[in-house]
């Protein structure tokens, strides 16, 4: 395998698909509102997805530099870990989060002075939770603030990012719609946690679940799920949404499948599962949008 497969499987490239679902999301609630750009789209989509690549580089870098991430971690027993595998060196990694941070800078100043200045403070602010999520001084991942900042990166920020590009404007129903999805992201991490309470509180992490404890933390996390499913029902036929958003129910087998295996006991892919009920549930939702658009 080259440097350069190395370097792609270490920015987590399955993860970019919650990041296009929100881009998305936001893109098309613009359409909605009036015309589209698909080289708007395109260009929100690649700054974006260099940014995420560049905080899960970051968020790498630092948890294997402060001993956080080894081989014996359950992330690294079901996912391709190039640092931690020795694969990549700690220098490599951080050159390349660098260079994708660089490329996500350059796109946010472009689009900041060609669509209007709020591009460049919603751009900043992800910079900096993407950065410091594991990165010091502030490491606010094991300060149990890692969910609440998922949830407003992928949910809020994104979405309303990516409809002030079409639109140069913010929108109350995109805020609306973008939070049922920016839970559901937020949840990714909380599965990841709940996995790994035990072992977290041995190295002194401090998470939302090992402060309400594990039992309590998964209840947290269905209840949160519920949530997202009502929110989308009630805004189906209260607005902004439409009927056909309803279509998102179709993901609620996997959601039982998944929370069987939660309440049992955490897989150690429980985020990865997690994930994929939110891309499922986001996909749903943008074709729903879709199809309300174009009917």
Not at 151 to 165: C, H, I, Q, R, T
Not at 194 to 221: C, Q, V
Request: aromatic share 12%; glycine share 8%.
């Amino acid at each position: 395998m080259s440097i350069y497969q190395k370097g792609f499987l270490a920015t987590r490239p399955w993860s970019f698909t919650m990041t296009a679902v929100s881009v998305s999301v936001g893109c098309v609630m613009g359409a909605m509102d009036g015309g589209f750009s698909w080289a708007l789209y395109l260009m929100t989509l690649a700054g974006v997805i260099f940014m995420h690549g560049a905080a899960n580089l970051f968020n790498d870098y630092y948890d294997t530099l402060s001993g956080v991430d080894t081989l014996e971690v359950s992330t690294a027993q079901y996912r391709p870990h190039p640092l931690v595998e020795g694969s990549l060196t700690l220098t490599e990694v951080l050159i390349e989060a660098l260079c994708l941070f660089t490329l996500a800078a350059g796109v946010g100043l472009f689009l900041a002075a060609t669509r209007g200045w709020p591009i460049l403070i919603l751009a900043l602010v992800g910079a900096f939770a993407g950065v410091f999520y594991t990165a010091p001084p502030f490491r606010y991942k094991y300060k149990a603030l890692g969910e609440f900042s998922v949830f407003l990166m992928w949910g809020p920020l994104m979405v309303e990012g990516a409809y002030f590009v079409q639109r140069q404007t913010l929108s109350l129903d995109a805020l609306w719609v973008s939070l049922p999805f920016g839970v559901l992201v937020a949840l990714v991490l909380l599965a990841n946690n709940l996995r790994d309470t035990a072992d977290d509180e041995k190295k002194g992490i401090r998470t939302l679940s090992i402060i309400t404890g594990p039992r309590k933390g998964i209840w947290m996390y269905v209840a949160l799920v519920v949530c997202a499913y009502v929110s989308v029902v009630v805004m189906a036929f209260t607005g902004p949404l439409n009927p056909w958003s309803l279509i998102v129910l179709i993901s609620i087998p996997l959601f039982f499948s998944l929370l069987r295996q939660i309440i049992n006991n955490p897989p150690l892919d429980a985020d990865a599962q997690t994930a994929k009920l939110n891309t499922v549930f986001g996909i749903l939702l943008l074709l729903s949008l879709i199809i309300g658009r174009l009917t």
